[in-house]
């Protein structure tokens, strides 16, 4: 029982003051590639149909916290086919999508996902999905086929 106690002291004293607040509901940078890989994988497994539907469930398993799949194709048309947070931009043409600075952020994903590399950081500032926020984001994408995948962290 003493140890179960100390444990909980320990984990209540990192809470208060060991992480930043709201450290601990933010992904990071190593959860938004995974994140993508994962998505990766699952759409060569089961086709840009069966992956892009399932990178849209909210309630699915490319929802974690603040960290969402999103898909373009790599043809630069600008249309979103997929977004886990916002089911409203999907099929909709954003490619003069702006962010809180005007940088255009989908050009900026879309130049990254269908350059020579095919994957690589775009830094831009977005809302949260999670608090509302506008706050400065840092979105990894990877191109797989014709398939631009994103998946982002909030700083």
Do not use: H
């Amino acid at each position: 029982m003493r140890t179960a106690f100390v444990g909980a002291m320990v984990g209540a004293w990192l809470l208060l003051f060991g992480l930043p607040a709201g450290a601990a509901d933010k992904g990071t940078a190593e959860q938004a590639v995974a994140m993508v890989k994962k998505a990766a994988d699952y759409l060569r497994k089961n086709g840009k149909d069966k992956a892009f539907a399932e990178f849209n469930n909210q309630k699915g398993q490319f929802v974690d916290r603040d960290l969402y799949i999103f898909t373009f194709l790599a043809n630069g048309d600008g249309i979103e086919r997929a977004n886990g947070a916002n089911n409203k931009l999907v099929g909709k043409n954003v490619l003069e999508m702006k962010d809180a600075d005007g940088k255009y952020l989908i050009k900026s994903i879309l130049e990254i996902g269908a350059g020579k590399a095919g994957q690589g950081w775009v830094d831009y500032k977005w809302p949260n999905p999670a608090s509302g926020v506008i706050e400065s984001k840092r979105t990894y994408v990877e191109r797989v086929d014709d398939v631009v995948i994103g998946c982002g962290i909030y700083q």
